[in-house]
């Protein structure tokens, strides 16, 4: 550890959320440090469950593929009566607009080798272990970091607590949480089959809706389950996660001849948001901001949210792009959107959580006759993008043909992006909308259903696989996006005028700074998404 340096940014924590960060802020070419106060990687599974979207984070991270080939989609989530009957099918089989599977299942310490090493090995990243952070400082201009058995403070212009739910980092700048008001205690086992065992009957995901024993079971992948009961019968907890307590419970589909339990243990689920994700000069991300039920398996994807947005919002401040302020755009994008996939955590939790019989059985008469399936639930973020249909919506990622079937993103860079129907909105936009997009550092590129279109001068045409990306932008009559480098829509529109103006708003945006644009611009700030979030206090 080189205390005579100024990182950029040190991490403390060093979970699938803090090396996602290292990693991302590393490819910007920032200095990171981080620390971990355990002496190697946490053995063992936690989070099971990643989506699409989590997928296009793992692309900005160049491991997609590779995490891709260590797990299986997860198609199916069955609401199962006690005996095994399905009373609601919720299929996660639609087609996603990140052009990944919904869902995935994995067996954490498999993926997370792959975290770890492609974080070490991104330069500029120095991770170290067996370091317990102690204290954290805020000097005005940089932030001092204390750890166990250290005199010497580090120092590092922004700190990010990455550190799970007891944050350190949370605890040291005073930074409260929100209760959303669910509590339940569940044993949590992880199973590994026997060589040679057949595979228990089990879906991709399951949920027993049980009022006596609410149950949850998943494939992780190859000889990989978890079951998760919830103790409903006011048992001590590290008692009802005892072997003896556990297998009675796990007969119905395994017997020690066939499998062992690698982990069993007592699990308190919870809903919490911290008030504020970002305070001067520090940061929270991952559990340590905010905990969920894990009912959606949103978790590990939120942190993983976290982690993609702030690290393109604090790149911008450290590389001066954007002034100290606009990190409120981190809380004002962010708290809003993780506190909705929380509060239908919660609504999805009470359901499955239900013990009263009666209440369990009215329940189950509304799923056996619902009709209608409800859509994917996917939240606009909370602020940072202009009012319109597409505003704040994740961006539809096509493949592109004429680059070999790659995925957008993959082409294009993890930057601003522009993107237009027709090479021609880029030639008529007027030199000053040219110079922002070129301060912002954002990418242009026309996609098209066909060749041959016309080459306009530096302007990349890319043909899209089918018309995924022109339908949707065509469905709100539109012919250009501005697409966040997080994926997220900031504007979307028709037409070179309103194409102008979008740029100004997004220069606007993030060079004022969206709580200072009413001194400065109030034409831009009119047309801004208001967030309904206090940051920064
Ligand atoms: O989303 C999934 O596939 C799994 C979500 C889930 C549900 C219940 C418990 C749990 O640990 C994960």
Redesign the pocket.
């Known amino acids: 550890m080189d205390v005579a340096k100024t990182y950029d940014v040190a991490i403390v924590g060093y979970g699938p959320v803090g090396q996602a960060l290292a990693t991302l802020l590393g490819r910007q070419g920032l200095s990171v440090l981080v620390l971990e106060k355990r002496a190697v990687l946490y053995p063992l599974p936690r989070a099971?469950?990643l989506d699409h979207e989590a997928m296009r984070i793992l692309q900005a991270m160049g491991i997609s593929e590779e995490i891709d080939a260590a797990m299986v989609p997860?198609r199916e989530?069955l609401l199962l009566r006690s005996d095994m009957s399905v009373l609601s099918n919720l299929p996660r089989n639609w087609e996603t607009p990140s052009g990944w599977e919904a869902?995935y299942?994995f067996y954490q310490p498999e993926i997370e080798g792959i975290f770890d090493d492609t974080a070490r090995s991104t330069p500029g990243v120095t991770v170290h272990q067996s370091t317990a952070a102690r204290t954290v400082t805020d000097l005005g201009d940089r932030v001092a970091l204390t750890v166990e058995g250290q005199d010497e403070p580090i120092i590092a212009r922004y700190v990010i607590g990455a550190d799970g739910a007891n944050s350190l980092v949370r605890e040291q700048i005073g930074i409260a949480r929100e209760d959303l008001g669910f509590e339940a205690t569940w044993v949590?086992v992880d199973v590994e089959m026997k060589e040679g065992s057949e595979a228990p009957n089990v879906p991709?995901?399951g949920?027993i809706l049980d009022p006596l024993q609410p149950s949850?079971m998943?494939w992780l992948g190859g000889g990989h389950y978890?079951w998760?009961f919830m103790i409903v019968d006011g048992c001590d907890p590290v008692e009802a996660a005892r072997p003896e307590n556990v297998w009675p419970k796990l007969e119905r589909w395994l017997t020690e001849d066939t499998a062992t339990v690698l982990r069993s243990t007592a699990y308190t689920f919870r809903s919490l948001v911290a008030t504020t994700f970002n305070r001067s000069r520090v940061l929270l991300a991952g559990d340590a901001a905010h905990l969920m039920p894990?009912?959606?398996?949103q978790g590990m994807v939120s942190g993983l949210r976290d982690a993609v947005t702030l690290s393109w919002i604090l790149t911008m401040v450290l590389k001066g792009t954007a002034p100290m302020e606009f990190l409120n755009a981190y809380t004002e994008s962010r708290k809003p959107h993780v506190t909705e996939y929380i509060t239908e955590s919660v609504r999805v939790g009470q359901m499955?959580c239900e013990t009263d019989p009666v209440k369990a059985s009215e329940r189950d008469r509304k799923l056996e006759t619902r009709t209608e399936s409800s859509p994917p639930f996917q939240p606009r973020l909370g602020g940072g993008f202009v009012d319109g249909p597409l505003g704040g919506r994740l961006a539809v990622q096509p493949r592109i043909s004429s680059r070999g079937g790659a995925l957008l993103d993959d082409v294009l860079g993890h930057s601003f992006a522009l993107l237009t129907l027709s090479p021609d909105l880029h030639a008529d936009l007027s030199p000053t909308a040219g110079a922002r997009l070129k301060q912002l550092g954002v990418s242009v590129a026309a996609i098209v259903t066909t060749t041959p279109v016309e080459e306009v001068t530096g302007v990349p045409i890319l043909v899209e696989q089918g018309d995924r990306f022109g339908a949707w932008l065509g469905a709100v009559r539109g012919d250009w996006v501005l697409v966040r480098p997080d994926g997220y829509v900031f504007d979307a529109g028709a037409g070179t005028r309103s194409l102008e103006e979008s740029i100004d708003t997004l220069h606007a945006y993030v060079t004022v700074c969206s709580s200072r644009l009413s001194e400065n611009d109030d034409a831009a700030r009119g047309r801004m998404a208001p967030s309904g979030v206090t940051v920064g206090s």
């Open positions: 099971c469950h997860a989530y869902s299942h949590v991709d995901t949920q949850h998943a978890r998760e894990p009912f959606m398996g499955v």
